[in-house]
């Protein structure tokens, strides 16, 4: 695979970015491409490494060496090709995904990994620039009825391929426009939504069809879906976690969703009513994750007075932990892009009190730094250190705990039998709710998770779907350990 000394001749070479003083002026993906020679280059640092753990380390079971191959050759149309046969959306992956790929790479053992994720993006844009990438509708139809509910990676993994099936899709969403967390959750400075809106024309060409504003439960009757033939339930898991801290109620206390998806909706020129802005406020995002570091990039975008992050996990150590070792993915510490752009992060504190004043505005929390108690078969404990008390100045707290899991009103109104964590209970591998024409997948189905769990759990379950309706299924799928069963 690729050259078999490229490893030793190439380093390792990234995107670069904007200057931070250009890039927060805006909202534009502010990521500058390497050159078509310097990609070619990073396809061929990839080994001959007899036997590769790359596309076990990513749910998609993505062929990496085998695309990295074909950059390494210069055959972009074939790398193109193998990255689709796995991967419905490389274009919001290789923005968006971790790459736990890149840390189960072989070369990673001794040196800086294959920069998988990165030529990944790099084949797909080639490909939608050349006009490879073109609608592929079904020859035949097989006149069954099938209704994905929600439109984030899973609902439109699970839609495409059910489509390719020969099946008759329509996709619920109820917000204004298809993606999911991907239209709004995600800062348009890490996903512009014209990438987004360019494949959902090649899934609208393929024949799916998708109806915004429709929130299944609410303003459209159960009744209706259960006319389908089959329905995929995809909504994602969008309970958002919250803390039991005195002064919660103040106002400037403020959900990170909330914060991100209102800024997203004012670049596209959409209204928003009491917008919540960090213009000339200290700002403190709780929450050490990826939507903790959108807020941050974000805040610094509005102008923020000051941005500080409270974690209140100890620091992860630099380097990959040994008791995550290669090639499970590793506890190290992160530096996003937004991290850079400057923020004071804090590891081990916890918010004792949302400090407000007589008219309810937050103006300040008070904290203490705590230490994490390991028992051997109990669970750690949580103690404060006496004496580390501080109030903090704020004006602004966003809450970035992540989410508790799906929303119940579908189960409720459905009679879909839930797991011990409020997920929709399906079994991994088949999907299949406790109704047997109900599937579901996602977020939804396993909790809060990486977009190439979704992507693969909407492939997944799009072909136990197509099993149930026709007794049979050509399309891909992979067994328990990852690999490909059939093409």
Not at 112 to 132: C, L, M, Q, T, Y
Not at 193 to 210: M, P, Q, S, V, Y
Not at 440 to 456: C, E, F, N
């Amino acid at each position: 695979m690729g050259k078999v000394t490229g490893f030793k001749e190439f380093e390792r070479q990234d995107e670069s970015y904007k200057p931070v003083e250009d890039r927060v002026k805006d909202y534009k993906e502010f990521t500058q491409p390497l050159s078509e020679e310097e990609i070619t280059k990073q396809g061929s640092r990839c080994m001959d490494c007899g036997i590769p753990f790359c596309h076990s380390g990513c749910p998609l079971g993505n062929l990496i060496p085998d695309f990295n191959h074909m950059v390494h050759q210069g055959e972009w149309q074939k790398a193109s090709w193998l990255l689709h046969s796995t991967n419905n959306f490389p274009e919001f992956t290789g923005r968006l995904c971790p790459a736990p790929c890149e840390q189960s790479c072989v070369l990673g053992i001794i040196e800086d990994p294959v920069s998988i994720e990165n030529i990944e993006k790099n084949i797909v844009e080639r490909a939608f620039k050349e006009g490879w990438i073109k609608p592929q509708p079904p020859k035949t139809r097989t006149g069954k009825t099938i209704a994905v509910v929600g439109s984030g990676p899973a609902g439109l993994a699970a839609a495409q391929q059910l489509n390719r099936a020969g099946h008759t899709v329509t996709v619920f969403e109820r917000d204004d426009e298809v993606g999911g967390l991907l239209r709004y959750g995600i800062p348009n400075f890490k996903l512009e939504k014209g990438i987004i809106d360019r494949r959902i024309k090649i899934l609208e060409a393929e024949g799916i069809t998708f109806k915004t504003n429709v929130n299944v439960g609410v303003n459209y009757d159960v009744k209706d879906l259960k006319a389908f033939d089959s329905i995929v339930l995809c909504g994602g898991a969008t309970e958002r976690r919250s803390l039991p801290t005195p002064g919660i109620d103040a106002d400037g206390v403020v959900q990170a969703m909330d914060f991100l998806t209102q800024q997203t909706k004012v670049v596209f020129g959409k209204e928003v009513k009491d917008q919540v802005l960090a213009t000339d406020k200290n700002v403190i995002v709780i929450g050490g994750g990826d939507t903790g570091s959108d807020c941050i990039g974000t805040s610094n975008r509005h102008g923020a007075k000051s941005v500080v992050n409270f974690e209140i996990m100890p620091k992860p150590p630099g380097h990959r932990s040994p008791t995550t070792p290669w090639p499970f993915w590793p506890l190290q510490l992160k530096t996003s892009s937004s991290h850079k752009e400057g923020v004071e992060r804090n590891w081990l504190i916890n918010t004792k009190e949302f400090v407000k004043d007589e008219s309810g505005k937050l103006t300040a929390l008070k904290t203490v730094n705590v230490e994490w108690k390991m028992v051997p078969g109990q669970r750690p404990q949580l103690i404060e250190i006496e004496g580390t008390e501080k109030t903090w100045p704020c004006d602004l707290a966003l809450l970035a705990l992540g989410f508790t899991g799906p929303e119940s009103t579908l189960a409720d109104k459905l009679g879909i039998n839930k797991d011990a964590r409020s997920n929709y209970k399906a079994e991994y591998g088949k999907y299949q709710t406790n109704i047997p024409n109900i599937f579901a997948a996602g977020d939804m189905r396993r909790g809060q998770s990486l977009i190439v769990w979704a992507i693969s759990e909407g492939r997944e379950a799009a072909r136990q779907v197509d099993l149930y309706l026709m007794g049979k299924s050509n399309l891909p799928s992979k067994d328990v350990t990852g690999d490909l069963v059939a093409m």
